[in-house]
């Protein structure tokens, strides 16, 4: 179901939704110890701060809503095409205003071939998650497209060993909430579990890629060949 709790209500329990989690509690890289190094963490960095969201707790929620950098973020986790995405949400376009002068991004509990659709609560507009572009609503009217900032996938050892300051998600998200390290216990190892329609055969529809976007050209890099790469300057 949506997850459409008010956001003064965004720690209540959630009916049958994929709940976001917002403003989570944080430790510094000495309070991780809880987090196997070899683990994946999803990271991003603003305005030079750093962070760590480690992704049992994303395959769970799905979705955090938080403040790092001195700007307002989302990090989103589609759990069924394993892609990782973080956007500004504290920029809102000429004649949209809400109620927290922010967007909050939820989880919609829709699908479009397999990817999460997500919405912002505000305006109740539908996003295509993977471009971060409204496709319904108030700010497709507006032609609106998030601003979309890095994520690094990579290990919570790795990460901690490069930004020693570094801070990383709570061991219980600041929720009291207890976060198993696998919660879908290999769910999606044997392929897609819904449809995905029609596909570009050159790769296996659930191989890791590297996807970079510049001057409007995108392009994906096979993980082993993205490695091989970058090793090699």
Not at 28 to 35: S, V
Not at 44 to 70: C, F, Q, S, W
Not at 157 to 181: C, F, S
Request: hydrophobic share 35%; with cysteine; glycine share 12%.
């Amino acid at each position: 179901r949506i997850d459409d709790r008010p956001v003064e209500r965004a720690d209540e329990q959630c009916d049958s939704c994929i709940p976001s989690l917002n403003d989570p509690g944080l430790t510094g890289a000495d309070g991780g110890g809880w987090y196997p190094d070899e683990r994946t963490v999803f990271a991003v960095e603003v305005n030079g701060e750093y962070r760590a969201y480690p992704k049992n707790i994303m395959e769970v929620h799905e979705m955090v809503n938080d403040t790092l950098g001195g700007r307002r973020i989302a990090v989103v986790y589609c759990t069924l095409c394993g892609t990782a995405q973080a956007f500004f949400t504290d920029e809102l376009p000429d004649g949209i205003e809400t109620a927290t002068g922010t967007l909050e991004l939820r989880t919609s509990g829709l699908l479009s071939r397999s990817n999460k659709v997500m919405f912002e609560l505000h305006t109740f507009s539908m996003f295509d998650t993977f471009r971060g572009r409204a496709v319904t609503g108030p700010l497709h009217d507006v032609g609106f497209e998030l601003e979309q900032l890095s994520v690094a996938t990579t290990t919570w050892g790795d990460w901690q060993a490069a930004h020693v300051d570094t801070t990383i998600v709570a061991e219980d998200g600041g929720i009291g909430r207890r976060y198993r390290l696998d919660p879908l216990g290999g769910r999606d190892d044997r392929g897609p579990i819904f449809p995905i329609g029609d596909v570009d055969p050159r790769l296996p529809v659930q191989e890791q890629v590297l996807g970079v976007m510049h001057d409007g050209v995108t392009v994906a890099f096979p993980e082993l060949d993205a490695r091989v790469t970058l090793s090699r300057g």
